[in-house]
C-alpha cells in the first residue's frame, strides 16, 4: 500500500476545510451533490466521448498502482541474466532452452527462447523486442493520457457548474441576502473541479507516467541483458552493463544490492 499518496490526499482535503472552517463558514456549504453530479458526470461523460469504454475502464484499473505498490523483483531478474549469460558461455546458446520454463519475467522469457530460435542474429532479436518495448510503452502511456484528459474536462466543468448555478438565482435578484448565499453555493461546484483535476486526476496521471517510465526502463536493461547473451559476451561484462540500473534502482528504490545474493545461486 502507497500511504504517502492516500495521506497526500487527506492532508489537502483536511488542510482545505480548515481553512474554510478557520473564515468562520460552514462545512454544510461545500456539501452540494448537485456540483458533484455536474462535476464527476461531465468529466467522465466527456471521457467516454474521447475514449473508448475499454480504455476508460483499463485507466480506471492501472490507477490502482498509484495507491498500491507491487513488488517488482528487478533484482532477481537480472541475476536471472547474468546466470544464464554463465550458462551460454560455459555450455553454448543453445544450452538456455533447458532453461525457457523455469524463467519467470514473461519479457526476458520470450527474448532467451528468440536467442535460441534465431542464434547469431543479435540484431534481428534487437529490432523485435526493441519494437515490442515501444507498443508496450505506447499502451501504458494511455493510461495517464486518460487521466490527464479527465484533469483537462473537470475545471471547465466545474466552471459550467458555477454558472449553471448562477443562472438558478437570478430569480433572487431583488433579495441580496438569498442572492449572496446562493452566489457562494454556485462557485462550489468550481472548488470541485479544479479539486478533483489538480489533486486527484493530474497526480495519477503523473504517477502513472513514472510507473511507465520504470517498467520501459527496466526492459531496455532486459533488452541489452538478451542482446548481450546472444553475442556471448563475459558474465562479468554483462554485469558491469547493468551497474547502470542498480545503481539507479538504489538511488530512487532504496535495494540494498548486498542482499542480492541470485535467484539460481544455489541451483
Known amino acids: 500500500m502507497n500511504f504517502s499518496a492516500i495521506v497526500a490526499i487527506f ?118 523486442l526493441k519494437a515490442e518495448i515501444s507498443y508496450n510503452e505506447e499502451e501504458e502511456l494511455i493510461n495517464s493520457r486518460v487521466f490527464e484528459a479527465l484533469g483537462g474536462y473537470a475545471p471547465t466543468f466545474g466552471i459550467v457548474g458555477a454558472v449553471f448555478g448562477l443562472i438558478q438565482i437570478m430569480g433572487y435578484i431583488q433579495q441580496p441576502d438569498i442572492l449572496a448565499q446562493g452566489i457562494a453555493v454556485a462557485f462550489v461546484s468550481t472548488l470541485y473541479g479544479v479539486g478533483f483535476a489538480n489533486l486527484l486526476f493530474l497526480p495519477i496521471a503523473g504517477k502513472l507516467k513514472m510507473n511507465t517510465r520504470e517498467k520501459i526502463l527496466f526492459k531496455e536493461v532486459v533488452l541489452q541483458g538478451i542482446v548481450s547473451i546472444q553475442m556471448e559476451e563475459s558474465p562479468m561484462v554483462i554485469e558491469e552493463k547493468l551497474l547502470a540500473y542498480l545503481k539507479y534502482h538504489n538511488d530512487f528504490h532504496k535495494v540494498d544490492k548486498k542482499s542480492h545474493l541470485g535467484v539460481y545461486e544455489a541451483r
Open 11 to 128: 492532508a489537502a482535503v483536511f488542510m482545505i476545510l480548515m481553512s474554510h472552517r478557520a473564515d468562520g463558514a460552514s462545512m454544510v456549504s461545500l456539501l452540494q451533490p448537485s456540483a458533484v453530479m455536474i462535476v464527476l458526470g461531465g468529466t467522465f461523460c466527456a471521457a467516454l466521448v474521447n475514449f473508448s469504454p475499454a480504455t476508460l475502464k483499463n485507466a480506471l484499473k492501472a490507477s490502482l498502482d498509484v495507491f498500491v505498490e507491487k513488488e517488482q523483483p528487478h533484482m532477481k531478474v537480472i541475476d536471472e541474466i547474468i546466470y544464464l549469460a554463465h550458462q551460454s558461455r560455459v555450455k553454448g546458446l543453445f544450452s538456455l532452452n533447458e532453461y525457457i520454463d523455469k524463467i519467470r519475467d514473461p519479457f526476458l522469457k520470450r527474448g532467451i527462447q528468440l536467442s535460441v530460435d534465431f542464434n547469431n542474429n543479435p540484431q534481428m532479436i534487437y529490432d523485435i
